[in-house]
């Protein structure tokens, strides 16, 4: 099983959650590693790494309730016309997607009266429309609240790394089951 793993984290030293999943996965010696924030991007090499894998891990940090803007900029770079759709398009048809997504706040503030005003799918439907519209599967998406390490804000290191380590099993998990 092919799989490709594009980590939009912009910084992952700046990351404890991000980095220590990322980190497990990289115990995956026959996963694809394309980490955003530290790399060009190369469009042809993109597509030709989407083209090859049978599962796609997209990981990122919800920032303001969407993705970090690296990983925006691929997907306007790389989901081209023709390509991710148009009526030569649709080459990402039928790929499978796991979204790996990990969150500082708390899902209750993800309501209609919480924080962030809308519950999570709702926010869910925007980011999953570039990928819908490419006619890629979404098996399933993986995604942790309380993610944040800082005190300063609440937070808990040993927490963050211990759900970050949850987090980082479960996808595999599914992956894994994705395999059979």
């Known amino acids: 099983m092919n799989v490709l793993l594009i980590d939009g984290h912009p910084d992952l030293t700046t990351s404890t959650a991000n980095a220590a999943i990322v980190s497990t996965y990289k115990q995956q010696a026959d996963w694809c590693f394309h980490h ?5 991007v190369v469009v042809a090499a993109e597509q030709t790494a989407l083209l090859a894998a049978d599962i796609v891990i997209i990981q990122f ?10 990983l925006k900029k691929w997907i306007d770079d790389v989901f081209t016309f023709n390509f991710a759709f148009g009526p030569n398009g649709s080459k990402l048809k039928d790929k499978k ?7 500082g706040a708390k ?74």
């Open 36 to 40: 955003l924030g530290t790399r060009d």
């Open 61 to 70: 940090p919800l920032y303001w309730s969407s993705f970090p803007y690296v």
């Open 97 to 103: 997607l796991i979204f790996s997504i990990t969150a």
């Open 107 to 180: 899902a209750t503030s993800y309501a209609s009266d919480g924080f962030n005003l809308m519950p999570i799918a709702d926010y869910q439907r925007a980011f999953e429309h570039v990928f819908r519209a490419a006619e890629m599967i979404i098996v399933d998406t993986v995604i942790t609240f309380e993610m944040n390490a800082d005190s300063n804000e609440g937070g808990n290191k040993e927490i963050c790394l211990n759900l970050a380590n949850l987090h980082a099993e479960k996808v595999m998990s599914l992956v894994t089951s994705l395999d059979k």
